[in-house]
């Protein structure tokens, strides 16, 4: 006599037949017919598995089925790599790609990115160009430096600069400036790889003038260096060279002076609580290379900024490295427009996110607070809201002392923990991603974009739906 788990097995459709589905057959006219077979079989093997180990004793309709069908097809469909809504108040959040682009800088990568371009064609004379000279002339107009070029992060700019400026020469730099900065960079590390050897001088919170004159050797120095120590702070009995001081002692010994200040600061954001270098400093103070990132306080792509005198900068040009580090067209073309958003220092607050971010008047974060609220509560009542200040950061390794008066809309519930919700808020449709704090879910209003609202209003109504309070 069949036992109940065989019956249930012989019960089980074959995935041919399911195939047949006018749901099934609907789903494949815009998705890979194998993509369809996969999640049917997944969903049929996992029946099986669950009816072998008693877990399951009965077999679901084939309305129901087909519906898990779909639901697997749906989620096999989505993308690793996803947009959503950051309401963390951590304006570069490096675990949620740092900078937003402005919106010229997506036309322009929008542009190139489904056509052929003159990437490397120079269209005067009709032959083989450099990738280097589209965005070399708008930066050195920006930036004040003789040239300029673009590798694909600041690791890399520090690489190439090393390499082909002091390979196998030493280069002295301040032992309280050999940073660590996220995803394991280390200056030592990366000084090692380069072929330069590293020189320590002074100690962890007081360097001076002397400690790079006592450490010059004529035969064996090759550069000094200055890191911007731009993820920490050393507070209390400190001191530190300058860079004015330090290009007068790379005067002094007849040595190029790189400075590495990291974030990519353009415009002064002083009076918004930023006290950071901007790079029109490190010009003007006469560093002979100065090296920075094109994702972070800059607010353009993922890339590492080369700047400074010609002959440096060609130098780098032509090193071995400069093509395993190079950027493709995409990167190239928004590095460009964001570049030239700055030909407008004040109009650039206003049209690059990231300092559209920083310099938000507290009016508008209520403003918005207030908006996102109500589209809240045009949705659900489940939740008790609020509006509360908060504490909000530049991030991404800028500015690490500095804390921006935000706004956060405050949801709680008496029957919901916060740790769920914050959950829940991940599994929507378009994720968002929160803070929690006194068992309350905090959405920070400074990084949720205008067009942004009505989703991330939506987003609570299925957490809602989803702990079953809607």
Do not use: W
């Not at 065989?6 to 993509?35: A, N």
């Not at 700047?307 to 190239?332: N, Q, S, W």
């Not at 109500?374 to 991030?395: M, Y």
């Amino acid at each position: 006599m069949m036992d109940n788990r065989q019956l249930l097995l012989r019960g089980l459709p074959k995935i041919d037949e399911l195939l047949l589905d006018e749901q099934l057959v609907f789903f494949m006219e815009s998705t890979p017919r194998s993509v369809v077979v996969d999640a049917a079989r997944e969903i049929i093997d996992e029946l099986r598995r669950e009816i072998l180990s008693g877990e399951r004793e009965d077999t679901p309709e084939k309305d129901e089925l087909i519906a898990e069908i779909c639901d697997r097809i749906t989620g096999k469909k989505k993308r690793n790599l996803r947009t959503l809504i950051n309401a963390t108040g951590v304006v570069l959040h490096t675990n949620l790609g740092r900078s937003n682009l402005c919106r010229a800088a997506v036309e322009s990568v929008t542009a190139v990115a489904d056509s052929y371009s003159n990437l490397e064609y120079d269209l005067k004379k009709g032959a083989r160009g450099l990738r280097h000279d589209h965005v070399e002339k708008i930066i050195a107009k920006i930036t004040g430096a003789e040239a300029a070029m673009v590798v694909n992060n600041n690791a890399a700019a520090t690489m190439l600069c090393l390499s082909a400026m002091a390979f196998g020469k030493e280069v002295i730099t301040s032992r309280g400036e050999l940073v660590e900065i996220g995803g394991s960079f280390r200056i030592p590390e990366i000084m090692e790889q380069s072929g330069a050897h590293l020189k320590e001088v002074g100690t962890t919170n007081k360097t001076k003038p002397s400690d790079y004159r006592n450490a010059y050797d004529p035969e064996k120095t090759g550069a000094l260096m200055k890191v911007h120590t731009s993820n920490y702070r050393i507070l209390g009995f400190t001191q530190e060279v300058t860079l004015k001081e330090m290009v007068d002692l790379g005067k002094e010994m007849n040595l190029p002076v790189i400075y590495d200040m990291g974030s990519g600061l353009m415009a002064d954001l002083t009076r918004y609580g930023v006290d950071e270098p901007t790079v029109l400093d490190a010009v003007n103070d006469g560093a002979d290379v100065v090296l920075f990132s094109g994702d972070k306080l800059l607010g353009g792509p993922q890339g590492g900024i080369l700047i400074g005198k010609k002959e440096y900068i060609d130098r780098m040009k032509k090193h071995p490295l400069a093509r395993a580090f190079r950027v493709d067209k995409m990167t190239l073309a928004a590095m460009e427009a964001t570049f030239f958003e700055y030909l407008d220092m004040e109009n650039a607050k206003k049209t690059i996110p990231v300092l559209q971010m920083i310099t938000v008047s507290r009016e508008e974060l209520q403003n918005k607070a207030d908006r996102l609220m109500e589209a809240i509560k045009a949705r659900t009542d489940a939740f008790t809201l609020g509006s509360e200040p908060c504490k909000d950061q530049v991030g991404g390794g800028s500015a690490p002392t500095v804390r921006l008066n935000g706004i956060a809309v405050s949801i709680a519930s008496e029957t919901v923990p916060a740790e769920r919700l914050e959950r829940l808020f991940r599994r929507a449709e378009t994720p968002v991603i929160v803070r929690v704090a006194h068992d309350k879910v905090l959405l920070s209003v400074r990084t949720i974009k205008e067009e942004e609202i009505e989703t991330a209003a939506s987003a609570v109504l299925f957490a809602a739906a989803q702990a079953g309070v809607n």
